[in-house]
């Protein structure tokens, strides 16, 4: 399948959900205004909607429906074994959206949220009020784990929220995850040592083959481009790598394009990991999807699938040799499996 980046979020969803008890929050009257031609219906609980039984997850299968709700329970998760906390003292993740614009084959949201909708909570300040017992000591919050929160950042603005936040406490680093091509709303923020813009970036095989709805490789490369040139510190993330019977071309050469259009010294980590998910989530993936991701016969370890330890080790080589051209090792992290 050809693989074309979503149309404007607010022309996206054919409806807009909203839970009675926050129709007058304020972020929620500013989302509103974006929905003229969607249909407005209020309702009691997010749940309603979102996640319900038997609800297909594709993005080609059915009209998207936004879905604003008050979120009452924990905001903050402690960052997970699957992904890396870049050696600060406490790792967070934040959970402020659920369900993705984006429909990747592989992506463990499949797996946890069988729903093509998107739940947008609208309280963040009370995420903040979460995380202030722990600024005492140097703490990462990765801010779109859950979802891809540039790719919604005209909606709901939460990034440049985030980002003010930041800004008044000097032991908080954030992680903005992204593949999105669009940074307009980082334009006029200003860039901080202590935020990083992570970008996921693959082949362009693998992006039309299991990336749907995301922007191209070329697109990517140009926004990470500009975010390096109006200040900002970035990371590339070739993880998932997805391995196929053309690794051994198309990643090497992704690696080789990525640099021959960004400054190496300008990126301040290249991370490389292979694909991994839990046991469970791949279980519910595979039900929900005929995609050869799903089918991979992975291994299993500490309820983890993966590939198996030489593919996995093949891939990192291969990976390492090739990035050890253009950047140190120090700057290159890599995800393996434990021992």
């Not at 939460?158 to 406490?169: G, I, K, P, S």
């Not at 990336?211 to 481009?225: C, N, V, W, Y």
């Amino acid at each position: 399948m050809k693989t074309s980046s979503p149309a404007s979020p607010s022309k996206l969803f054919s409806h807009l959900y909203i839970e009675k008890s926050i129709f007058d929050h304020p972020k929620t009257e500013a989302i509103r205004t974006k929905f003229a031609a969607s249909r407005v219906v209020l309702i009691d609980h997010y749940k309603e909607v979102f996640n319900r039984p038997n609800q297909s997850f594709s993005a080609q299968s059915q009209s998207k429906k936004l879905i604003l709700a008050q979120r009452g329970g924990k905001f903050l998760h402690e960052g997970s074994q699957y992904s890396d906390g870049f050696d600060h003292q406490q790792f967070f993740y934040a959970s402020s959206v659920m369900g993705c614009l984006y429909d990747c084959d592989y992506c463990y949201l499949q797996g946890l949220y069988p729903s093509a909708n998107t739940v947008v909570f609208v309280n963040l300040e009370d995420a903040f009020a979460e995380l202030l017992p722990h600024l005492h000591q140097d703490t990462l919050v990765a801010t779109s784990y859950d979802t891809d929160t540039m790719a919604i950042e005209s909606l709901t603005h939460q990034t440049q929220e985030w980002l003010l936040f930041a800004r008044e406490h000097p032991r908080l680093h954030l992680e903005i995850r992204t593949k999105s091509a669009n940074i307009k709303g980082l334009k006029h923020a200003l860039p901080s040592e202590r935020v990083t813009l992570a970008w996921t970036l693959s082949p362009q095989y693998i992006i039309d083959r299991y990336e749907h709805a995301t922007p191209s490789l070329e697109k990517r490369l140009a926004a990470i481009r500009e975010a390096i040139s109006i200040g900002w510190k970035v990371r590339i993330c070739i993880d998932p790598v997805i391995y196929t019977d053309t690794f051994d071309l198309i990643y090497p050469d992704l690696i080789d394009t990525i640099f021959s259009t960004v400054d190496p010294d300008s990126i301040e980590h290249l991370t490389l990991g292979s694909f991994r998910l839990s046991q469970s989530h791949l279980r519910s993936l595979k039900k929900l999807r005929r995609s050869d991701v799903a089918f991979y016969p992975y291994t299993v370890y500490n309820e983890m699938a993966t590939y198996p330890e030489t593919v996995e080790s093949h891939i990192l080589e291969t990976l390492l040799a090739k990035a050890t051209h253009y950047l140190p090792a120090q700057r290159i992290r890599t995800w393996q499996r434990q021992s």
